[in-house]
């Protein structure tokens, strides 16, 4: 497996980032009543479209479909449609403590300004994983603890890097509807990713 870098030309017009809980859920079959089992191991699914382009474009996005060799290899990719927070919140940011694996918050330090938000649906990166806020916070002094909707697959450790600029996890193309040529320009090409886990 290796991990390929992504083309800079690949920048998606649209872009869609799901979270998929692992969850099971069973129903009684005499009661009706229903037990839900959170398994961890939430995993993203990133649908993309590239926009019509040049030919140059085609052979760029064929060149990169093909060294994806399926779901054999990875390449690092963001929320194209949100590549840094809505809230004030930037700087180099660390953990502030250890966060165990399961945990669905995490506190940050290095926040500036040391009193920056921090917006519901904002992206971070730490430890290779790709966390979204599920509530407003503030920043008190520089340090903001943080819920997050995809509780941690592993744990973190304090003074971890918390990225805001572009945060990335690795993805396997899941499907492509390959690149369309005609009349010197290539039809819009839909990518679907899913998070290798």
């Known amino acids: 497996m290796t991990t390929i870098t992504r ?5 998606p017009r649209t872009c869609r980032l799901t979270l998929v809980p692992n969850q099971r859920v069973n129903a009684a079959p005499f009661g009706g009543s229903e037990q839900a089992i ?6 993203w699914l990133l649908n993309c479209e590239m926009p019509e382009g040049s030919f140059a ?4 996005r064929d060149a990169f479909i ?3 060799r399926g779901q054999v290899n990875t390449v690092a990719l963001y929320h194209f449609a949100q590549p840094a927070p809505r ?6 940011m660390t ?7 399961g945990a669905s918050s995490i506190v940050i330090s290095g926040c500036s300004p040391s009193n920056g938000t921090i917006l519901m649906g904002d992206m971070f990166g730490v430890g ?17 603890t ?12 304090a003074g971890a890097p918390v990225t805001w600029d572009k945060p990335t996890t690795l993805f396997r193309l899941l499907s492509h509807t390959g690149v369309d040529f005609g009349h010197g320009r290539v039809s819009a090409t839909s990518f679907d990713f899913g998070e290798a886990i």
């Open 128 to 144: 290779g994983l790709l966390l979204r806020a599920v509530a407003d916070s503030s920043a008190v002094a520089g340090i903001a």
């Open 146 to 157: 943080v819920q997050i909707a995809n509780r941690l697959r592993v744990a973190q450790s």
């Open 95 to 101: 953990l502030a403590s250890s966060a165990a694996q």
């Open 87 to 92: 809230g004030t919140v930037r700087g180099s």
């Open 38 to 43: 959170d398994l961890l191991n939430d995993r």
């Open 7 to 11: 083309p800079t030309s690949f920048i």
């Open 66 to 68: 093909d060294s994806m």
């Open 57 to 60: 474009d085609g052979a760029m």
